[in-house]
């Protein structure tokens, strides 16, 4: 992966973000400055990630997605050349199910009710799910408003819908 970052230290930015926000028992004074200094320059590093190359987009969707999957010790096929474009990113998580069980894992009980009947037929129970963890994300994970995404984006209709849900995920 390294051939498509110019920058290593920015590199070193996004792996130290995500390997600090996973969820730990007990963390350092060193850690817990780290946590404060990547979210600081998060925007930073997806402004520049977006204006890079779709490449890394793909393969950052795809870590964010193992990240999600193996925290809720899910399994999945592990690909050869791991990249999810954009779309199939925002389709995975439409319909709420992958977010809420997040949220649970990082807080338990903080999602009460994950719907998984029915969630292609009744889109109440789509947008329940993504409202809980986006209540989780803004109460619990202490995410400014302006930092969530909002439920409709997970449809992907507006040019800006990709990266609120990136964005969200990453901080």
């Known amino acids: 992966m390294n051939e498509y970052f110019s920058d290593l230290s920015l590199q070193d930015i996004i792996l130290q973000s995500r390997t600090v926000k996973m ?8 850690c817990t400055t780290l946590i404060s200094q990547s979210t600081k320059r998060s ?3 997806i402004s520049w990630v977006h204006e890079k190359n779709n490449c890394i987009e793909d393969v950052l969707n795809y870590q964010i997605l193992l990240w999600i999957t193996d925290l809720l010790e899910i399994g999945v096929h592990k690909e050869d050349d791991p990249a999810i474009d954009s779309a199939a990113f925002l389709q995975v998580l439409s319909n709420g199910v992958l977010l809420a069980r997040l949220a649970n894992a990082l807080k338990p009980g903080s999602v009460q009710c994950v719907h998984t009947k029915d969630i292609y037929t009744q889109k109440a129970y789509r947008i329940a799910n993504v409202t809980a963890f986006l209540l989780f994300a803004k109460n619990d994970a202490n995410l400014e408003s302006s930092h969530v995404f909002e439920p409709e984006d997970l449809d992907g209709i507006t040019k800006n819908s990709y990266q609120a849900v990136f964005s969200t995920l990453f901080s």
Not at 23 to 30: I, L
Request: glycine share 0%; hydrophobic share 10%; proline share 9%.
């Open 23 to 30: 969820p730990r028992t007990k963390r350092s004074s060193s």
């Open 43 to 45: 925007h930073t590093v």
